[in-house]
């Protein structure tokens, strides 16, 4: 499900999420003031699967074209979780 659908059937209107490389799979939630959340590592795994990067390749693209437009997109703009290393 595409993450504009997610979010509307949830009752999510005017949330800002990334629409360029939209890392639908990776959308994991909303915060309380209506922020979309987005799960780092599903991130990548999303960039893997559907355009075959390696791992070392998709966190450069992440790093280096996804988050860095976070401050242009202004108030409301994705939060990315990054999840605790395991033991």
């Given amino acids: 499900m595409k993450a504009e659908e997610k979010l509307l059937e949830s009752g999510y209107e005017g949330v800002k999420y990334l629409t360029n490389y939209s890392y639908d799979d990776a959308l994991i939630g909303v915060t309380n003031d209506d922020r979309a ?13 559907k355009d075959g990067f390696t791992y070392e390749e998709a966190v450069d693209w992440i790093e280096y ?7 242009n997109m202004g108030e409301g703009a994705p939060v990315i979780l ?3 290393l395991e033991e």
């Fill in 82 to 84: 990054y999840r605790l």
């Fill in 37 to 49: 959340v987005y799960d780092f590592e599903l991130m990548i795994q999303w960039l893997m699967e």
């Fill in 65 to 71: 074209n996804t988050l860095r437009a976070f401050p």
